[in-house]
């Protein structure tokens, strides 16, 4: 049957699908303290891993890079995902905007840019995990330990991912708190020590922008990873605009209360700013009882970090097959959790395979690609406001088309930087990645046209929508 956008509009297909399967009524919704640690864990976890800016830059660039990103970067991302989440809360997320936008094969390419991205960064904290302890074990240092150490916790993180998202939630709010806890009795601590004359310190070394920017940009991305959740958030028109203001207050204030203690309180050579270093600076101030202290918390922010991002890429495929742009089977779920577990299973895969990157270029990688993919989202962001100006919002940025293109454009001023900054190998593995996302396109397409595989209809009856078609839907979704 047909029906209007003023009856229904369009922006709901990808949720009917949803509501079509037999227990997805019934499932716990994320409710907005979850929301917001999971939002927390998608882009931050802590300061860990903030340290690297201080190696690449000094004390006073590092500062300055975690005040201003924020504005540049953060917030605008932050405002695109809330009116675009509420407007289309699916959890197809970004994939619904630019096929919205733009149509299905810069849908498809947006999947698969972000889906990348997401293992990849995925793969990064198992290994930011084990980096810490080896600080508490040096056996896992290096050779097969560390490798088992990597591959088994995978594995049991990706377990605790199958149980369901409410219990990841509702883990995310107690993993949060307890890995801040140490930093606030350090920074705390660290109060007499601090001498203010180190803030203004440039270093003693040549800048390494790329490792400067790729940490900025690394610690504080992924806002829009959150959008992939939003069919699983109760009331998300209401919840979603909140818990992100929150949660961007909550991570910025997260990374520079740390930064400012130590850089001020603890002065060493800048190059031993490196990943971990908190928890050696905590050991000067206090004590070897904070630096285990601060350990631990990272393996727990770790292991957050982890949960979060899998449920992103899990639900994303999800969310891709509900709307017909992978077979159907990608969006099987679990009949004792409810969880897609078939989504879970493909991504911990990936990311375990990639996990064995060297850390710095996991990062450049998943940044690199995030970067292409946040070029679509700013498009489809403000192309949308053109082309579907009357479509319902329950929050709007506010502003108009002239003052948002300006919004979007101050940040991808910054997303020029890390391409232009990214070494040879991130090329390479990016510019393979990017080819066989085009190819996967067509593929899929390959797959429906031979009725290889089932797909879901939804695809066709937005394609329908984009070309100034109303959509179509069956009588008992409507």
């Known amino acids: 049957m047909t029906i209007s956008e003023t009856s229904r509009s369009s922006h709901e297909l990808p949720l009917t699908t949803a509501e079509s399967s037999g227990n997805r009524a019934t499932a716990k919704k994320l409710t907005l303290v979850p929301l917001i640690f999971l939002i927390y864990f998608e882009v931050a976890g802590g300061p860990f891993g903030e340290e690297p800016a201080v190696q690449a830059a000094g004390p006073l660039l590092a500062i300055l890079g975690f005040l201003i990103f924020p504005f540049i970067w953060s917030v605008p991302e932050a405002l695109i995902t809330a009116e675009l989440s509420t407007a289309f809360p699916g959890n197809g997320g970004f994939v619904i905007w630019a096929h919205r936008a733009f149509g299905s094969f810069v849908g498809s390419m947006m999947g698969s840019l972000k889906f990348l991205s ?18 508490l074990f040096p056996v896992l240092e290096s050779g097969w330990p560390r490798n088992v150490c990597i591959f088994a916790s995978t594995v049991v993180l990706s377990f605790l991912n199958y149980t369901g998202l409410a219990i990841v939630g509702y883990a995310a709010v107690v993993l949060g708190l307890v890995s801040l806890s140490p930093f ?27 490792l400067y920017f790729n940490t900025l940009f690394w610690n504080l991305n992924f806002w829009d990873n959150v959008s992939t959740l939003a069919g699983e958030v109760d009331e998300p028109q209401k919840t979603f605009p909140l818990a992100l203001l929150i949660a961007v207050i909550f991570t910025c204030v997260a990374y520079l209360i740390p930064l400012f203690a130590v850089t001020g309180a603890v002065s060493v050579d800048q190059s031993r700013w490196e990943n971990g270093f908190h928890a ?20 727990l922010s770790s292991i957050g970090l982890f ?18 742009f992978l077979p159907k089977f990608f969006g099987v779920r679990s009949k004792w959790f409810n969880t897609p577990w078939l989504g879970i299973l493909i991504s911990a895969l990936m990311s375990l395979g990639l996990s064995y990157m060297n850390f710095t270029d996991i990062i450049s990688s998943a940044n690199f690609l995030y970067t292409l993919g946040m070029f679509l989202e700013f498009a489809s962001f403000i192309w949308l406001r053109r082309k579907l100006p ?19 454009l101050i940040p991808s001023a910054f997303l020029v930087l890390i391409i232009v900054f ?14 066989g996302a085009i190819g996967w396109y067509f593929l899929i397409n390959y797959f429906r046209k031979k009725k290889i595989f089932k797909f879901n209809e939804v695809i066709d009856d937005l394609d329908n929508n984009v070309n100034g078609e109303h959509p179509k839907v069956d009588d008992h979704n409507s």
């Open 118 to 135: 997401g293992v990849i960064n995925v793969a990064s904290f198992p290994v930011l995990c084990v980096t810490y302890l080896d600080k």
């Open 280 to 299: 050696e600076a905590a050991e000067m101030i206090a004590g070897k009882w904070l630096k285990i202290w601060i350990e631990i918390g990272a393996v």
């Open 422 to 435: 990214a070494t040879k190998i991130v090329y390479l593995i990016c510019g393979v990645m990017t080819i």
């Open 390 to 408: 009357g479509l319902k919002r329950p929050y709007r940025v506010p502003l108009k088309i002239p003052g948002l293109v300006v919004m979007c």
């Open 184 to 210: 606030l009795v350090m920074s705390a601590m660290a109060i007499p020590k601090i001498q203010p004359h180190r803030w203004g310190s440039l270093g003693n070394k040549k800048k390494d922008w790329n």
């Open 307 to 324: 949960e979060a991002q899998l449920s992103s890429s899990a639900y994303q495929l999800e969310g891709m097959a509900e709307l017909g």
